[in-house]
């Protein structure tokens, strides 16, 4: 249990944020440097694996199709590095990451034009020089690719520590197990918890996806959708063969209905985290009642991928861990 960090000379905070996942903890956490006396509040004790943060590992990458995110990421990349300065701690991971698809697929040619606008470092492979670089992955129905240099892995679970003590360590507020139970808008918001009463100047509500839940009693809901994402790892043929040190990359492949990634074997060695951009729609209170349908598609989607593009894997989860996303309608968020 996080100790509550210093109260606040008045009672009033300047802002109170809801919710620390990595957006609620990076949102605190500036607003704290910048001098704002700011209440961070968490429902479940930290850590804990029940929203979108958690786990060991995320890609950073330059390359979205998306215009507005590949905009952002310069500034993205500089605030990563600075919290490693003031933290002390490695949070990224330069591992490069391989965009695989059909040079006549309008996504992957998007992705290609979106790295040659922003000038980001890459190359483009064609079938053979793909299979030559990457002999892990086999380009079944001859695919090409395009790389991302500057992409590469963090440290999910490190990076929210690094944040939430920088947060503390910049003055602000931290209270952990603390559920916010109703809020009063105002001139003065009041946030009621189930532990106390707290009012402020301003709110940021980034409770993932217990946004909507949080909003109803407001009157408000965003068009989000809330589903399970089956974090899957795969064991290695032979240790190592797709791992960091044997250069090899992220990858996001655009051969099946949605995208399906992975990263090179690191956090649990001998076994890479490949997974399927989609899942399950489930209610973050319930999220591991497993749905009525069928047995899990995505899980099948990716076992069918790597037997065919990844041969030196197992093609049978070895671990299964979850996750939420919360997208917005059926489009990704
Ligand atoms: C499997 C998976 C892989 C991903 N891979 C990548 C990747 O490679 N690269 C990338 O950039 N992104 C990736 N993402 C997306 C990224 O992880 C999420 O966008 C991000 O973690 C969302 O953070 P958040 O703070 O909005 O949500 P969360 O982490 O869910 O945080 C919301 C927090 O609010 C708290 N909360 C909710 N209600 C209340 C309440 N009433 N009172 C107090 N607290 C409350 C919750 O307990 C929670 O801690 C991935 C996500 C998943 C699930
Ligand atoms: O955002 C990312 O980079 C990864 C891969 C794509 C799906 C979501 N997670």
């Known amino acids: 249990m996080m100790a509550a960090a210093g109260e606040p000379h008045s009672s009033l905070y300047d802002t109170i944020v809801v919710g620390a996942g990595i957006q609620g903890s990076f949102t605190a956490y500036h607003l704290a440097k910048r001098g704002r006396e700011t209440l961070l509040l968490e429902q479940f004790p930290l850590p804990h694996s029940r929203g979108s943060s958690h786990g060991q590992s995320r890609i950073i990458r330059h390359a979205y199709p998306q215009e507005h995110y590949s905009q952002m990421m310069a500034e993205s990349y500089r605030l990563w590095e600075q919290l490693e300065a003031e933290a002390g701690v490695s949070l990224y991971r330069q591992t490069g990451l391989l965009v695989l698809g059909a040079n006549t697929n309008p996504e992957f040619q998007c992705w290609c034009r979106t790295l040659v606008k922003h000038n980001v470092p890459g190359k483009l492979f064609t079938t053979e020089s793909l299979h030559g670089r990457f002999?892990?992955?086999?380009?079944?129905?001859?695919?090409?690719?395009?790389?991302?240099?500057?992409?590469?892995?963090?440290?999910?679970?490190?990076?929210?520590?690094?944040?939430?003590?920088?947060?503390?360590?910049?003055?602000?507020?931290?209270?952990?197990?603390?559920?916010?139970?109703?809020i009063k808008p105002g001139v003065v918001v009041t946030v009621t918890t189930s532990r106390g009463v707290y009012q402020a100047n301003s709110l940021v509500i980034t409770a993932g996806p217990w946004a909507n839940k949080l909003l109803a009693p407001l009157g408000l809901q965003l068009p989000l959708q809330t589903l399970r994402i089956n974090v899957c790892y795969w064991k290695e043929k032979v240790p190592g063969a797709y791992g960091v040190s044997a250069n090899f990359p992220c990858f996001l492949a655009l051969c099946a209905p949605h995208h399906i990634y992975g990263l090179p074997s690191n956090e649990y060695p001998g076994l890479v985290k490949i997974c399927y951009h989609s899942g399950s729609l489930a209610d973050p209170e319930e999220r591991d009642q497993l749905p009525e349908t069928s047995a899990l598609p995505d899980i099948q989607i990716l076992q069918d991928f790597i037997s065919k593009y990844l041969p030196g894997l197992v093609p049978e989860p070895a671990v299964v861990e979850h996750c939420m996303y919360t997208v917005r309608g059926r489009r990704w968020a």
């Open 135 to 182: 002999p892990g992955i086999r380009p079944y129905h001859g695919e090409v690719g395009v790389s991302d240099h500057t992409a590469g892995v963090l440290s999910a679970d490190r990076a929210l520590r690094a944040v939430q003590d920088g947060f503390q360590r910049c003055g602000g507020a931290l209270h952990d197990g603390e559920k916010v139970t109703d």
